[in-house]
């Protein structure tokens, strides 16, 4: 493919401003060494990327990759990128270029029918909704409650990717409390994806607010363990309501992540039933944000059992807000297309307000993408399956090579307890997060492994979480054989 151009020039700045790279005599592991010392302590990518540490370290690996290959060495000596974005293998890309060839033609059917004006309700077309949540089910269970399907739909938008839908709910959570004259409390483990953490310290302005001392958000983080797989236990709710109580001042929102980035584990079934029972217990009117992102790369049966005590409890279900995403369950990482929904018009509909009210709705050809993934042939089933597979080789390889050979004792923790093999085996998303001994670095284990992932502070330790959603052909699986 054809670099991107804002990688090439930093690639090409860097060769002029380092001459040298291309010239260094011996190993190639010395010019490696070379070119990602050049990438990390350039200061053009360190001010372009301030504040923003996983998009740095990609950018750092794609412009090492990038120099690698124009100095004459292969950028594979650069094995992975960090931030879980998809390069498909051939099939797979091949079924991803037909579905958004179909995306075209229902986009089209949709302008056809409706025009070219906003979508005044700013939530996606009906037929659209209907075909995600039907085609959600399969993973969700939603059909045995019913009702329940015609709720979701009703009670459903579609984004431009899952993270657009958590500004827009974290918008919504700090939005509300402002009118009620009430602060609000964004509570979630250390394992919530990054980008959550990101969201919620924007939009809560902490210590601040405005000029009537309205609209304060707090943010409580509350550790996980490797004996609990990083998630979180109804253990750690009870014990934060017990130091925490909730006020007719405060209300709260949990942002629970029950299939895992970072930690690249999934939560027990009873797991997630419990910690979402021990918050509606402790506070009726908390709300719980379920980021179930990567549920849909379980198999089926799987991700039915673990969804099942939360859809099937109706005091837990009435506070939930599902977020689900296409991007890295079909490889679509750059079309940017995801959803939130749930069953209480109450919960959901202060988010879609504030959706309507900051973007006219996305644009109308969301509604054909969504259409395209939610109804392929059974051969493309077959292939997202099979990719779905391929990562899971894949990650099991990954972690066999960097902790399980026993080739690099000296970079990682004996203790890796929140990894369960039955799990790692498992299609489960894209990630890895293995922890580090103290002392060592993200820039250390690249060097001696080839592996970019990005270093992760958690309160039992540090880790480096690693994405396999790059590979195209077998590359650790290989491992495992050796």
Not at 143 to 165: A, H, Q, Y
Request: net charge negative; aromatic share 6%; glycine share 8%.
């Amino acid at each position: 493919m054809t670099p991107n151009p804002v990688v090439l020039d930093h690639a090409n700045r860097l060769l002029d401003l380092h001459p040298a790279l291309a010239n260094i005599q011996g190993e190639a592991a010395d010019r490696t060494r070379a070119v990602i010392e050049a990438a990390f302590a350039d200061s053009q990518i360190q001010k372009e990327y301030a504040g923003a540490a996983i998009r740095h370290t990609a950018m750092c690996g794609e412009v090492a990759r990038l120099l690698l290959k124009q100095i004459g060495d292969s950028p594979d000596q650069i094995g992975l990128l960090s931030i879980g974005d998809i390069d498909l293998p051939p099939e797979a890309r091949e079924v991803a270029l037909q579905i958004l060839n179909r995306a075209h033609e229902y986009h089209m059917q949709f302008v056809r029918e409706n025009g070219l004006g906003y979508d005044l309700t700013s939530q996606g077309q009906p037929e659209a909704r209907r075909s995600m949540i039907d085609y959600f089910d399969r993973h969700y269970g939603f059909s045995d409650v019913p009702g329940l399907l015609e709720k979701l739909v009703k009670n459903s938008t579609i984004v431009g990717g899952g993270m657009r839908g958590l500004d827009d709910i974290a918008t919504a959570m700090v939005r509300t409390a402002a009118l009620e004259n009430r602060t609000h409390r964004f509570i979630h483990p250390d394992n919530s994806f990054g980008t959550w953490h990101s969201i919620v310290e924007l939009r809560s302005h902490e210590g601040e607010g405005d000029r009537k001392g309205k609209g304060v958000a707090k943010i409580h983080k509350i550790p996980t363990a490797q004996k609990d797989q990083l998630h979180l236990t109804a253990d750690q709710v009870n014990e934060f309501y017990n130091d925490h109580p909730a006020t007719e001042v405060s209300n709260d929102s949990w942002c629970i992540t029950p299939v895992g980035n970072p930690s690249g584990t999934r939560m027990q079934p009873a797991q997630l039933t419990q910690v979402c029972q021990a918050i509606v217990a402790k506070n009726p009117d908390a709300k719980i944000v379920l980021d179930c992102t990567y549920v849909r790369t379980l198999p089926a049966e799987t991700a039915r059992e673990l969804m099942s005590g939360v859809i099937n409890d109706p005091a837990v279900l009435d506070r939930i807000i599902f977020v689900d995403s296409f991007s890295k369950t079909h490889g679509f990482a750059g079309v940017r297309i995801g959803t939130y929904f749930s069953a209480n018009p109450e919960v959901y509909g202060p988010v879609q307000t504030v959706n309507m009210t900051l973007s006219a709705g996305n644009g109308s050809d969301k509604n054909g993408t969504v259409m395209a993934l939610t109804n392929p042939t059974p051969e493309q089933d077959r292939v997202i399956s099979e990719l779905h597979q391929f990562w899971a080789r894949e990650r099991v390889g990954l972690h066999h090579y960097l902790v399980g050979s026993g080739r690099f004792p000296h970079l990682f923790d004996k203790d890796q307890s929140h990894i369960v093999p039955e799990q790692l085996q498992e299609p489960l998303g894209l990630y890895v997060l293995i922890k580090l001994k103290p002392g060592v670095d993200g820039k250390q284990v690249l060097l001696e492994t080839a592996c970019l992932g990005v270093e992760t502070q958690m309160g039992s330790g540090r880790y480096m979480r690693f994405a396999v959603g790059k590979i195209k052909t077998p590359t650790y699986a290989k491992y495992l054989d050796n």
